[in-house]
DNA sequence: TCGCCTTATGTCAGTATTGACATAGCTGGT
DNA sequence: ACCAGCTATGTCAATACTGACATAAGGCGA
């Protein structure tokens, strides 16, 4: 589980749009970060819909902004857990958030 | 997010079939344990369809039989994190991932 | 321009999760 | 009964994640 280095290189490096583009990364590696880079975008959506800033929601969580931008861009340091927990608060039911894992 | 202790509580006390039925656990909270669950069950699936034991598949996933039996039993000191990790390195995809998420 | 609001990014001390280990219970074979 | 393999559960030190805070940068109306 070294993500810390090729993350960190992968975020500061290069852009990119499928998350398979860069070395060194297995396929399950780069799964596992499509998944949360495709909940991380549900998230914000759901945050922009309901007309909330990353403040107000992240009052809501019981969390605090920084901590909700760092989920919205699929940051190395957030968790899974914390992000699926997120967008069940923001009323997602489980049902939206597969859809989200699957895409 | 105070799980630990409805959690504890939840799994010694009685045992269930739906996480809804217990005392002070918002419909958020039975939401996520329920994914858990879900994955859990999922997890398990794939290592016997593989006709692997908890101890070989631990090695496969560079962890241990404690904590393969722990992630099965979607015990709460195992994050979803590890979990979908471990199924995306049982091959399972992201699609079937979110299946279970679904269920 | 100046405030004000919003988002992004870095850091840190407190907490949660991790792999490893020990151990116990169980089953099936001898 | 004994043993070997499998699974469950508790504990611990090391690591990862968390909320909070500071700060920077951008947009926008006055």
Redesign the interface.
């Known amino acids: 589980?070294d993500k810390t280095k090729k993350a960190r290189l992968a975020k500061k490096g290069w852009t990119f749009g499928s998350a398979e583009t860069f070395l060194g990364l297995t396929p399950?590696e780069s799964?596992?970060i499509?998944?949360k880079l495709s909940l991380a975008r549900e998230l914000k959506k759901a945050r922009l819909k309901k007309g909330l800033s990353q403040t107000a929601l992240a009052s809501k969580l019981?969390s605090s902004q920084s901590r909700v931008a760092k989920m919205e861009a699929a940051d190395e340091q957030v968790?899974?857990?914390l992000i699926?927990?997120s967008l069940?608060?923001t009323g997602k039911?489980?049902?939206e958030?597969?859809?989200a894992?699957?895409k």
Chains 1, 2 share one sequence.
């Open positions: 589980m399950e799964a596992y499509e998944i019981g968790s899974l857990d699926v927990r069940l608060a039911r489980p049902r958030i597969a859809r894992v699957a």
